[in-house]
């Protein structure tokens, strides 16, 4: 009995030093795929990704992608037509929960300071952004494998230092910072 007790102990301990080590990895491979983004730097971007990558883009399209060429040419045609040039904001990790030990979700935030003008004029007002990012472990190797970027609008946007996590369904026009 001792024995066994003293096996499931060591087992567990084993599991938890692995998970703390792929917390670090994919913490680390989030922060240099923020880094990538501010920089508006499209080929480290793909070279991030699973050669099979998906993104739920701000507007909910879909879009696939079979390569990291292929990928690296939307990032490029991203930050070129759609953010003129100009960099968005740096991501902070909120959470991290692996669904498996080779698969997480990382929950990040964003917050866009600045009004946004479009092509067409419309102004954008400064508001927060949620991402979810599902990497996987394959090989040894972390990799962004899909992205979903959920936009949040005034007056429901959560500013930086506010919370978060909220009570579902807030209230309309909830005061968020209590």
Do not use: C
């Not at 698969?103 to 400064?126: H, N």
Request: net charge neutral; charged share 25%.
């Amino acid at each position: 009995m001792r024995r066994f007790l003293l096996l499931i102990l060591a087992l567990s301990l084993r599991g938890n030093a692995q998970s703390k080590t792929d917390e670090q990895a994919v913490r680390k491979l989030v922060e240099r795929w923020d880094v990538a983004y501010v920089a508006l730097d499209a080929k480290t971007l793909a070279d991030l990704h699973t050669p099979e990558f998906d993104i739920v883009n701000r507007l909910g399209q879909w879009t696939h992608k079979s390569s990291n060429a292929e990928q690296e040419a939307l990032w490029a045609w991203t930050f070129r037509i759609i953010y003129n040039g100009k960099s968005g904001p740096s991501h902070s990790i909120e959470r991290i929960r692996f669904v498996t030990p080779d698969v997480a979700s990382v929950l990040t935030r964003g917050y866009w300071k600045d009004v946004i003008t479009l092509d067409d004029g419309t102004k954008v007002p400064p508001h927060g952004e949620v991402d979810t990012l599902t990497v996987v472990k394959k090989d040894g190797a972390w990799k962004v494998a899909w992205i979903d970027i959920h936009n949040q609008m005034p007056p429901f946007d959560v500013k930086p230092g506010q919370p978060l996590e909220t009570d579902y369904p807030p209230s309309p026009g909830a005061n968020r910072s209590k």
